[in-house]
């Protein structure tokens, strides 16, 4: 009797508990729906893209949580990040996640301990060695969260070719600003990746020292000319990478007059994109964890995506950056157009793509899809005709698809992180916004698609796929292409 009634006791304490949380948020924020309205603009301009995150900072009173996969100290990092210095002033709580592996080299330890100077916390993912299988185990999670009351997801990290800024190369994507109650599940979610054992805080190496012990046993063992040589080598090259990283905090004349210019642009076009509302939203992420385990339990956001593909009514149409199946995604995409349902996808092809092996395997496989009814447009690699570039040098760069985004039937569409490849369904974390019974916005997103679309080359039989598959392709590129193949099909499952 005393053990049952233990037993109900504990299990009042655990509804008490879940209660709790969930009056206060999400049970599981990994995957989280609410029928509460919810305010949305969806971001497909650059330049738009980062105003809107820059007025979000600007407005932000209490914290702001950033999550990147990619943060370059260019002229997009440098105005973003003057921006967050200025509210870190004010007494806002700034948290910025960073991927080890891909930012570690740009936002290196000396960045961190300046900005951890201005009061700016900053953690690194996953800094496992590259030797270890756990190294493949990424965090592309793109998010903004600005006093746990709006978010910004979607494709955009923080560099210059996602805004619209670079004079070499740029990336036509899409982000979506959301505000209202699924907000606390992107919120919670950023909170659980960062107390998670994966992140860590990283120090900057320590000033060398000429009475340091290596230099003195260098100074014995080769003379004391080599010992000090090695000391003044390594002072120089500590006070370097420390003035780089002031550097990168320091405003200067140039920072101003492109800000000026990018805001000028930029709050024009904020002004024109998309504002809605959704009556039903969903956010799904990945948890951060690696191994088999995880590939089990914490891949959440590819079976959200595969089910609702599954069941889709007519047509699903994805515009993604990579586009390579797995054992996963393959038959489902059979079975979608075996019954005679329309799949559509934009992606890029070897000129417009900024991963050619990707386009290999693509290109690889494109008969067998063709065959089975899949409708391929690869973009053409120029700047969207309809929107205005800071100047000519980035309006005549080499441009690429970018953004991740599906719509399902006529009434449902994702904006997101996640890539239709097997990195995504396999090994980085995602994130991704959902909204369904929304036929307004389903229409525009499908509508901004078909216009990339129309600046693409539409592959609908073999003769169209030979016409453009190296249109404006150089010799060297395609001697890159054919030398990638082999090894990108064999390794094709890590893409």
């Known amino acids: 009797m005393r053990l049952i009634s233990l037993i109900a006791l504990l299990s009042l304490f655990i509804n008490l508990g879940f209660a709790q949380e969930a009056a206060d948020g999400f049970v599981d924020p990994f995957q989280a729906r609410s029928d509460a309205p919810h305010k949305l603009q969806v971001l497909n301009s650059g330049l738009s893209a980062i105003e809107k995150r820059l007025e979000l900072v600007e407005q932000a009173k209490e914290s702001i949580d950033l999550e990147m996969f990619i943060y370059n100290t260019d002229k997009a990092g440098r105005m973003f990040t003057h921006a967050l210095v200025e509210k870190a002033k004010q007494g806002v709580k700034i948290r910025l996640l960073f991927d080890h592996f891909m930012i570690g080299s740009t936002i290196s330890p000396f960045h961190a301990h300046e900005l951890e100077q201005h009061g700016i916390d900053v953690r690194f993912y996953n800094k496992a060695s590259l030797l270890r299988a756990k190294a493949q185990y990424r965090n592309h999670r793109k998010s903004l969260v600005v006093d746990g009351k709006v978010a910004v997801v979607g494709g955009r990290n923080i560099a210059d070719e996602y805004f619209d800024l670079s004079e070499e190369y740029n990336f036509v994507d899409r982000d979506l600003a959301i505000e209202g109650e699924i907000v606390k599940a992107v919120a919670q979610s950023f909170d659980d990746v960062w107390n998670s054992k994966y992140v860590i805080k990283l120090d900057r190496d320590k000033k060398p020292r000429a009475n340091d012990i290596k230099y003195l046993r260098n100074g014995r063992s080769s003379g004391h000319t080599s010992g000090r040589m090695q000391y003044k080598e390594d002072l120089r090259l500590w006070n370097r990478r420390a003035q ?252």
């Open 244 to 495: 780089e990283a002031k550097n990168f905090l320091f405003v200067t004349q140039e920072d101003t007059e492109v800000l000026e210019r990018v805001r000028t642009l930029g709050k024009d076009l904020l002004e024109k994109e998309h504002v809605d509302t959704c009556n039903k939203s969903s956010f799904f992420s990945d948890k951060p964890g690696h191994g088999r385990r995880h590939r089990r339990e914490g891949r959440l956001l590819k079976h959200e995506i595969f089910e609702r593909i599954k069941n889709v009514k007519d047509k699903v149409l994805i515009d993604t950056p990579y586009f390579i199946s797995d054992d996963d995604s393959r038959p489902l995409l059979d079975t979608l157009l075996g019954a005679g349902k329309k799949v559509d996808i934009l992606t890029n092809g070897v000129y417009s793509t900024d991963a050619i092996y990707v386009a290999a395997v693509f290109y690889h496989y494109f008969k067998r899809w063709l065959g089975l009814g899949l409708k391929p447009h690869i973009y053409q690699g120029d700047a969207l005709s309809y929107y205005p570039t800071v100047d000519q040098g980035v309006k005549d760069s080499r441009w690429g698809t970018h953004s991740k985004t599906f719509v399902f039937d006529d009434d449902s569409s994702m904006i997101g992180s996640y890539n239709f490849d097997p990195r995504s369904n396999v090994y980085s974390l995602e994130l991704a916004y959902f909204c369904d019974g929304n036929q307004t916005l389903a229409q525009h997103i499908r509508s901004d698609i078909e216009a990339r679309m129309a600046q693409s080359y539409y592959l609908d039989d073999v003769d169209s796929f030979k016409e453009h598959r190296f249109e404006r392709v150089g010799l060297f590129k395609k001697i890159g292409f054919y030398a990638l193949k082999f090894p990108s099909l064999l390794l094709q499952g890590l893409l």
